[in-house]
């Protein structure tokens, strides 16, 4: 039984990624970060997976590069509150850290973003960029 349990668990993950989710507020705004979220395929995902606290002193010098590249697009004046809520939801299940979840985010971000035409992104309202788990883009 153990060892059908292991072979399960290992077939599960075998496409684990990263989903980096982008989005746009209006039609006239460009892309900026909605979460980023580590996934079992493309259908499944963990959310509220580890009750990690989030700490604002952790990102407080990136204050600038959230508030502009990852906000919420309904609540642009509550970004802090946003942040907290997709920590809790997504950052919590992934390997990172409170700062290296959101600072992976930005640079992931900061470095593809010229891509999104090549995925066809540039006149949709959403966006998802995909990396492996050494956050190599597929």
């Known amino acids: 039984m153990k060892y059908i349990l292991i072979l399960i668990l290992n077939l599960i993950c075998v496409n684990s990624n990263y989903y980096l989710y982008l989005h746009k507020c209006d039609s006239n705004s460009d892309f900026t970060i909605e979460f980023l979220r580590y996934q079992y395929d493309n259908k499944h995902y963990p959310i509220y997976c580890i009750n990690k606290d ?14 502009y590249h990852f906000i919420d697009c309904d ?64």
């Open 54 to 67: 989030f700490k604002y002193n952790n990102i407080k010098y990136m204050k600038h590069n959230l508030n």
């Open 75 to 138: 609540d642009k004046k509550n970004n802090l509150n946003y942040l907290n809520h997709i920590w809790k939801m997504y950052g919590s299940c992934s390997n990172l850290d409170n700062y290296n979840y959101f600072n992976k985010s930005l640079v992931l971000f900061y470095n593809y973003s010229k891509l999104l035409n090549h995925y066809n992104c540039k006149h949709h309202k959403h966006c998802i960029l995909k990396y492996n788990d050494n956050f190599e883009i597929l």
